[in-house]
């Protein structure tokens, strides 16, 4: 079982919104997941991304793949974080 860190569509024909679910890459997209992480909310201004890095951790050292852009959106949100840490 491969499990990986993905996006799950929710929302509204044309009016996307996104969970972060842990699943496994078996199952179809917006199927069954093991747990929801975050959210990714592109329509907002600006665009909202909330991740529970605590659970984030966890699924990645136990060997969880975040998806291609899973790992664009923790690149965003560490880079805020860093940030926010300097000020």
Known sequence: MSVKLRLARVGAKKNPFYRVVVTDSRNPRDGKFIEHVGIYDPNRDPVEIRFDMDRVN????????????????????KKAQATAAKA
Request: glycine share 10%; proline share 5%; aromatic share 10%.
């Open 58 to 77: 966890y699924w990645i050292g136990v060997g969880a793949q975040p998806s291609e852009t899973v790992s664009e959106l923790l690149s965003v949100v």
